[in-house]
């Protein structure tokens, strides 16, 4: 007796048959668009290593951010970028500093008035960090530490590599829940600290909710691996460390059980959304996170991810629009409710 082929292809056999059986998609309404905020009037300077990518005055960014909410997209995550050089940043003093930080007139502050202002239906998140802000570029305030010889002792600069340093984690938190409240105060609807530091959700949610905040919600970056995909990135924010690196304060990017602790402990201090960045590389991260968690999570598709297709198809060697589909459908199969992408205006225009 010959038995029957199992035919699975009866399934893919036409585009309908294909659309009808898929398991996994995605619409405008999961997109994220990040922005890049600058000073000035009347700017969009290009981002060279992002190609598509630019930095907006706060006058074009509320251009940039109707066009993105006239596609579906219902939310942008903003970035400010106060300084396009370290130099001017290490002239600042103290007070200098922490107005660019949290003063009420600084540059993402009074974007996040102007994007509310003219387009008060779009959801405004915030990225809570220092270091776009610091004259040594790393995510908290630094604290030398002396050599352990006195023959091995320098001195140095700020943009110098100390032999040891350091980030402060119980000041920079200080300042970071300062940061957010006050770009809640200036109508920002979720803040997200990327600053790795322990305890910044729960510094953060405590300095909202003693203000009357309670309705700003928190999304952290709860799973921020130490990666070299966030090259081009650092362009874009003006925040390449002056030396060392992040694998301090940022996750071993081998570690997954690291991840699900630090996801457990921002749950508990607060957050209302957690987040997995980079995307692409760390899926099985974004699935074990969704096996374990029943909170709200967002992948953020960095900037490589994002210029390394850019590059290849400039080339001609792959179709830019069928890979950043795939790219955003296997972040949405991981698991993922929310996708930050550079992609998002693209993705909202080619999946009408």
């Known amino acids: ?13 036409t585009p309908a048959l294909r659309k009808l059986f898929a398991e996994t998609s995605f619409s405008a309404s999961d997109l994220v668009a990040p922005l890049f905020a600058i000073d000035g009037k009347n700017l969009a300077e290009p981002i060279m290593s992002m190609p598509g990518v630019l930095r907006y005055s706060v006058d074009n960014l509320i251009r940039e951010t109707e066009e993105i909410y006239k ?8 970035f400010g970028v106060p300084e396009k050089t370290t130099a001017l940043r290490r002239k600042r003093s103290k007070e200098q500093f922490e107005n660019a930080l949290y003063d009420e007139n600084g540059l993402v502050q009074k974007a996040v008035r102007e994007i509310k202002r003219a387009i008060p239906e779009i959801i405004v998140m915030t990225d809570v ?25 320098k001195k140095f600069n700020s943009c110098q590599s100390p032999i040891y340093y350091e ?7 200080d300042i970071l829940a300062k ?3 006050s770009h809640a105060e200036a109508g920002a609807d979720i803040v997200a600290p990327s600053s790795m530091m322990d305890g910044q ?32 990135f650092r362009e874009a924010a003006n925040s390449k460390p002056a030396f060392g690196d992040r694998k301090s304060y940022q996750l071993d990017f081998r570690n997954v059980r ?37 909170t709200p ?40 409710d929310l996708l930050i992408t550079y992609w998002a205006k693209c993705l909202a225009e080619w999946i009408k």
């Open 167 to 173: 980030i402060d984690n119980d000041k920079t938190i």
């Open 258 to 294: 690291e991840a699900l602790r630090e996801v457990e402990s921002d749950i508990n201090e607060g957050a209302d959304i957690i987040m997995v960045k980079p995307a692409m590389a760390y899926l099985d991260v974004l699935k074990e996170i969704k096996n374990n968690f029943n």
């Open 201 to 232: 959700v729960k510094y953060i949610r405590e300095a909202l909710d003693g203000k009357n905040f309670q309705n700003t919600m928190l999304m952290s970056y709860s799973v921020k691996y130490a990666s070299n995909f966030y090259t081009p």
């Open 1 to 13: 007796m010959v038995f029957p082929l199992n035919r699975q292809r009866r399934f893919r056999r």
């Open 129 to 153: 960090c220092l270091c776009s802000y610091t004259s040594h570029g790393h995510c908290g305030i630094l604290r030398n530490q002396k050599s352990e010889s006195r023959s091995k002792k």
């Open 179 to 181: 940061i957010a409240l």
């Open 71 to 78: 596609l579906g997209i219902p939310a942008v995550l903003i």
């Open 297 to 336: 999570l967002a992948a953020y598709s960095v900037s490589g991810e994002y210029s390394m297709v850019k590059a290849a198809s400039a080339n001609g060697w792959l179709n830019e629009k069928e890979v950043a589909m795939e790219i955003a459908s296997s972040i949405k199969r991981a698991g993922a």
